[in-house]
C-alpha cells in the first residue's frame, strides 16, 4: 500500500508571499497525485491534482509540481490571501493505478495567512 | 445536483449502541469512499466500493464496522456495538471512475460522539 508524508505540518506566512508544502510518496507506480483543502468545520474539496504524465500543473495563484524519480510532489500557493488559510492534504492513491482506487492522505498542513 | 449526501449530520450515543451512517452518492457516480477523520489518525480510508461492490476494506479498523452499497444510489456504514474511541468525523465521497475521471466529492460528512 501507499505511504505518504507530509510537510510542515503548520506553516505560517504574510499575507502577499508564497507558501509551499510538500509531499512524498511510496508506490513508484502512483500515477495521480490530488491537493484537498479542508476549511474548519466543512468538508474537503480538491483544489487541484496533477497525473504522472506531466511534471506541473498551474491554475492561477495555485501550482503543483511532481518529481517521479524522487517520489516527491509539492504544492505552492503564490500571492496568498486570507481566504488561503485552511488545511492543506495530499494524497495519492492507496493501490497502484490511480483508477477508482481509495486515497492514503498525508496528516495536513495548517496554513496560516498572517495579515 | 446537490452532491453527496449524508445523514445524519450529528450523532450522539451511548457506548455499546448500534450506529448507521447514510450515504447517497452523486447520480451517476460508480465508486463510493468512506472516510474517518480524527485529529491523531488524520483522513483514513476504510472501505470502497465500485459499481456497488466492495473492492477494499482493509482500513475497516475491526469487525464492529461494517459497510454495504446495496444499489448505486445508497450505502450505509453500521457500527455495532460502538465504543467511545469510535468518536470522529465519517466522510462519504464519490467518484467517476472512467477516462481520466478520478476526482473524489466529499460529502459533509457525520459527526459521531460516543460517550
Known amino acids: 500500500g501507499e505511504n505518504v508524508e507530509q510537510h510542515p505540518s503548520t506553516l505560517s506566512v504574510q499575507e502577499g508571499d508564497s507558501a509551499v508544502i510538500k509531499c512524498t510518496y511510496s508506490?513508484?507506480?502512483?500515477?495521480?497525485f490530488p491537493w484537498y483543502k479542508q476549511e474548519l468545520g466543512k468538508r474537503p474539496q480538491l483544489i487541484i491534482d496533477i497525473r504522472s504524465n506531466v511534471g506541473e500543473k498551474k491554475d492561477q495563484r495555485i501550482a503543483v509540481t511532481l518529481n517521479k524519480t524522487a517520489k516527491h510532489f509539492s504544492l505552492h500557493i503564490t500571492e496568498t490571501q486570507p481566504e488561503d488559510s485552511a488545511v492543506y492534504f495530499c494524497a495519492a492513491p492507496r493501490e497502484s493505478g490511480g483508477g477508482a482506487d481509495g486515497l492514503t492522505f498525508g496528516k495536513g498542513t495548517h496554513l496560516i495567512i498572517q495579515p | 445536483d446537490a452532491g453527496v449526501i449524508q445523514s445524519p449530520r450529528h450523532e450522539v450515543t451511548e457506548m455499546g449502541q448500534e450506529v448507521t451512517l447514510r450515504c447517497k452518492p452523486i447520480?451517476?457516480?460508480?465508486?463510493l469512499f468512506w472516510y474517518r477523520q480524527t485529529m491523531m489518525r488524520g483522513l483514513e480510508l476504510l472501505i470502497y466500493f465500485n459499481n456497488n461492490v466492495p473492492i477494499d476494506d482493509s482500513g475497516m479498523p475491526e469487525d464492529r464496522f461494517s459497510a454495504k452499497m446495496p444499489n448505486a444510489s445508497f450505502s450505509t456504514l453500521k457500527i455495532q456495538p460502538s465504543e467511545p474511541r469510535d468518536s470522529a468525523v465519517y466522510f462519504c465521497?464519490?467518484?467517476?471512475w472512467g477516462a481520466g475521471g478520478n476526482e473524489q466529492f466529499f460529502g459533509p460528512g457525520t459527526r459521531l460522539t460516543v460517550l
Open positions: 465521497a464519490s467518484s467517476f
Open positions: 447520480s451517476g457516480h460508480n465508486s
Open positions: 508506490d513508484s507506480a502512483s500515477n495521480y
